[in-house]
């Protein structure tokens, strides 16, 4: 006895010279002692069944089982190889059912969007709603200028994404959301604060801090209007800190300024040239590539939200 358990001692090394698959197939015969039973269990073809115990045979140069009637029976070596099998196939079961579980409710928890700074007001709206249908899902959120969104998302660092840019690749699909305008806002303690309205006149004069290279920063050249900009800057948090602070006008996307608006530190100015411009915000993401549940909830959400009115005031 003791002879045939050194022989088949089931060390990693020696579990390297066979397979899984056979092991397997070996504890399925065990177990219904009949070859065509195993083979309808685990869908391999008896032929096959009877060749890999062949080969696991010859691996160990002893006999598992022989024939009894219409069935098996095994050997004393046969049941011993099945009794040192058993643990090692029930605890790699143990292992796959741990870590399927923990992907899938990885899966099931997570929802990563991307976004150009713009939409952050239209999008907060939209993953509120989400999350109230969705109280077990967690999103993360990742931010970037149009360029690094499309990167993104070809990258596959994201699904799906906000942006004010339409990306020019054929590769992304990209689907018009939601259209904003443009305002003109200054500190509730700013001398203009008390205008309604600025003139052509005293819109030449008046004090504006911009955000260097943004899209408003465009649209404002491409319509040739000369403003008085006494600060640029590069990104949007710091326009909004200045103007705060009462050194001139900015220009904001509308859902972007909305929260001085409504917190009255921030006055809207209504400058009648700009009155036409509006921004479209893009939802985007890779063609051919399947969305996961969460995602195409939150696309439902975001088209079903692209139709209703936003209300600001």
């Known amino acids: 006895m003791l002879n045939i358990e050194k022989r088949i001692w089931l060390s990693p090394l020696r579990i390297n010279f066979m397979t899984l698959h056979q092991l397997k197939i070996f504890a399925a015969v065990a177990k219904h002692l009949n070859i065509t039973k195993a083979s309808r269990e685990i ?20 006999r598992f089982y022989v024939k009894s009637g219409r069935g098996i029976r095994l050997t004393e070596e ?11 196939l029930e605890q790699l079961e143990r292992l796959k059912r741990t870590f399927e579980s923990r992907v899938a409710e990885g899966r099931a928890k997570s929802l990563i969007v991307g976004s150009s700074p713009a939409p952050a007001f239209f999008l907060s709206a939209v993953l509120k709603s989400f999350v109230e249908l969705h109280p077990t899902v967690h999103p993360t959120l990742r931010t970037g200028y149009p360029h690094a969104i499309k990167e993104m998302v ?62 408003i920063a465009e649209e404002i050249e491409k319509m040739g209007l000369k403003l008085n900009v006494v600060m640029w800057c590069d990104s949007i ?55 996961s549940a969460n995602t195409q909830d939150l696309l439902t959400l975001l088209r079903q939200w692209s139709k209703k009115p936003i209300a600001l005031h």
Not at 190 to 201: E, F, G, M, V, Y
Not at 209 to 215: N, Q
Not at 255 to 271: D, H, L, N, P, T
């Open 43 to 62: 869908q391999v073809s008896q032929p096959s069944v009877s060749k890999q115990l062949r080969l696991l045979e010859n691996e160990y140069g002893l």
């Open 78 to 88: 046969g049941q011993l190889f099945h009794v040192r099998v058993k643990p090692i």
């Open 154 to 215: 070809l990258n596959a660092e994201v699904e799906i994404a906000l942006t004010i840019t339409h990306p020019d690749h054929p590769q992304i699909i990209a689907e018009p959301i939601h259209s904003e305008e443009i305002v003109a806002v200054v500190s509730a303690r700013h001398p203009l604060a008390k205008k309604r309205k600025l003139n052509d006149a005293e819109l030449a004069q008046a004090p504006f801090v911009i955000m260097k290279g943004g899209r």
């Open 237 to 291: 948090e710091p326009v909004k800190e200045y103007v705060r602070a009462g050194l001139g006008i900015g220009l904001f996307y509308r859902g972007s300024a909305e929260a001085g608006i409504r917190g009255g530190y921030f006055k809207i100015i209504e400058i009648p040239r700009l009155k036409d411009i509006r921004v479209t915000y893009f939802v985007v993401y890779r063609k051919g590539m399947p969305l």
